[in-house]
């Protein structure tokens, strides 16, 4: 019944009032719900609502209702701890850990700010309900959780998936060599060589950030220099991207090469760099003329 998965994107806060804490829970009338502690809502807009059973051992159910997301009516199992001032709620989604609700601030001081973290999604702020925390059924939460457990629901938001991911990460590649291709008045095209790129790096990093420090440098060049437009109109038409190098650039017969690797830091000038010593061979590389 611990079987976890979950949630978030980043987010506004909203206040709530040190007068409308969430109240402490009433004597639990479920199997396994004696081990409730507190149990509360907050709602947002457009009708969001989050359903949390706080339980006694620092776990907790988490049901949100009302957003367009995969975690839509998922009672997913979290840990909760305290960090300083805030209250952490967290899961795993597609294999990471995630934090899916945060509540910041001093409640006796600066009030309490609330946010909730939905993959995929925007950021959505939400604030205790007294009328909708009465509403909270123990019951019909740790019923759901355990037959969407039982049918493999939650196993399936929790595992990772090469496939999904690289899926997701080549789109965003596309979106933005459309972006570049627009400024340079070219079709430019983009892809990550998946072959260099570990499972781990996949985890832990947004790989396409990396992919894309290329296009925007591409893109900056069009937009600076009607002789780098020029330049890229007539001799690029594809970029890939490489995480076995350590920020080097090679243009070969219309197909230019971005060679760097997740150790990395401020990829965009590196990215510029590399590509003025492509223009302009001999060049120390600054990006001043890009």
Not at 141 to 152: D, T, V, Y
Request: aromatic share 6%.
């Amino acid at each position: 019944m611990r079987s976890i998965s979950v949630s978030v994107a980043m987010i506004s806060l909203l206040c709530s009032c040190a007068s409308t804490q969430p109240p402490a829970a009433s004597s639990a009338t479920a199997a396994g719900a004696q081990s409730v502690s507190k149990r509360f809502a907050l709602v947002g807009r457009d009708g969001v609502v989050v359903e949390v059973l706080d339980l006694q051992d620092g776990e907790a159910l988490i049901r949100v209702s009302g957003a367009e997301s995969p975690l839509q009516n998922k009672v997913l199992s979290h840990r909760r701890g305290k960090d300083a001032q805030d209250l952490r709620y967290t899961t795993q989604w597609a294999g990471r850990e995630w934090l899916t609700l945060l509540r910041s601030g001093d409640s006796s001081w600066i009030g309490t700010y609330w946010r909730l973290y939905l993959p995929g999604g925007e950021a959505i702020p939400v604030a205790y309900s007294e009328e909708r925390s009465e509403q909270v059924d123990a019951d019909s939460l740790f019923a759901a959780h355990e037959q969407q457990r039982r049918a493999g629901e939650l196993e399936q938001l929790q595992r990772f998936s090469q496939s999904s991911e690289r899926g997701e990460q080549d789109e965003t590649v596309s979106t933005s060599a459309g972006v570049a291709s627009r400024e340079c008045g070219s079709t430019l095209e983009a892809a990550i060589a998946w072959d260099t790129v570990s499972d781990q790096a996949l985890r832990e990093h947004s790989v396409s950030d990396y992919c894309i420090s290329a296009l925007r440098a591409l893109q900056s060049a069009c937009y600076s220099s009607p002789e780098l437009k020029s330049f890229i109109q007539k001799e690029v038409r594809d970029v890939s991207c490489r995480f076995d190098g350590s920020g080097e650039m090679s243009l070969n017969a219309g197909h230019l090469t971005w060679s760097m690797n997740i150790s990395l830091g401020d990829l965009d000038t590196l990215a510029s760099k590399a590509f003025t010593r492509i223009y302009l061979p001999g060049e120390a590389g600054s990006a001043a003329a890009l």
